[in-house]
């Protein structure tokens, strides 16, 4: 996400353990690779490029281990003109985390649905959820 558009939701399928590899692979690589070079600008939050201008965004994880993981910051380190290493990441900022906050939106929804029995519905409400969230949020 970046402060004006968002990702696609990464779902992570059940039993995957999210190490390094995985985490470069799908998540970086893939899911927010694809976020950053969109072209399209205009459409939905999920079709516009999360970023204009590369030169103007740092890049930022939280202390996940798989982001943390040497690989990881490697990665970054070769494909992003800037980001956070792991050393310079502050311990516990929520208001560097909005991605929380997006979180809680998503959760509000979720419960709005009501009891979820099945686990496709629940991913298929979250996914909707998701896809929902305004840009002036």
Not at 16 to 39: D, H, P
Not at 42 to 60: A, Q, T
Not at 101 to 127: C, D, F, H, P, Y
Request: proline fraction near 4%; include cysteine.
């Amino acid at each position: 996400m970046s402060h004006q558009e968002l990702s696609e939701l990464h779902i992570i399928p059940h039993g995957q353990s999210i190490n390094s590899a995985y985490y470069i692979n799908q998540i970086l690589a893939k899911t927010c690779m694809e976020a950053v070079y969109r072209c399209r600008n205009n459409g939905s939050v999920l079709e516009r490029p999360v970023l204009e201008n590369m030169s103007e965004f740092i890049f930022m994880q939280d202390g996940a281990l798989a982001h943390m993981a040497n690989a990881t910051q490697k990665w970054c380190q070769d494909h992003l003109n800037a980001f956070w290493r792991k050393i310079e990441w502050p311990g516990n900022s929520p208001d560097l985390n909005p991605i929380e906050n997006l979180w809680g939106i998503v959760k509000e929804k979720v419960n709005e649905e009501g009891q979820i029995t099945r686990s496709a519905q629940l991913m298929e409400t979250v996914k909707s959820a998701w896809r929902d969230i305004s840009p002036s949020i």
